[in-house]
């Protein structure tokens, strides 16, 4: 369990620093000073080398820490979602966990809701 609360807080912690203007002012530093000593040494393969490298690896980690937190993100919603279309007297239990049907099922559904909102049960399987 201890791993699974370390994978959950180190992608939580890094997003939430990317977040703050203290990465901004720090990537603009590396920036600054990559650039600096790109000119200093004229460039040579091993500096384009270092900062290509650096800056597809950076991307890359960001992309995966991003998604990371927009998933927890959005499965959260759809639990509290969840919660308040089953608390809500009178609405339909065939909404909750609608996001695990097929698209298709899904448009229907959103055609039927356009067309006549009365109608919008889900037809049974």
């Known amino acids: 369990m201890r791993v699974h609360r370390l994978a959950t807080a180190v992608p939580d912690a890094a997003t939430h620093w990317a977040g703050t203007r203290w990465s901004w002012i720090l990537v603009l530093v590396l920036a ?3 650039v600096v000593i790109g000119v200093v040494t004229s460039f040579p393969l091993w500096w384009q080398t270092t900062v290509y490298t650096s800056a597809g690896l950076i991307s890359v980690v960001m992309l ?8 927890r993100a959005n499965h959260a919603v759809l639990i509290k979602l969840d919660e308040l279309v089953r608390a809500t ?8 966990d609608l ?11 959103h055609d039927r809701l356009i067309a006549d909102p009365s109608t919008a049960v889900p037809e049974e399987q």
């Not at 995966?64 to 998933?71: D, G, K, M």
């Not at 007297?89 to 909750?96: Q, V």
């Open 32 to 34: 600054m000073a990559a």
């Open 64 to 71: 995966f820490l991003l998604q990371h937190t927009t998933n």
């Open 89 to 96: 007297t009178g609405a339909r239990a065939d909404f909750l």
């Open 99 to 109: 996001e695990d049907r097929q698209v298709h099922e899904q448009e229907a559904l």
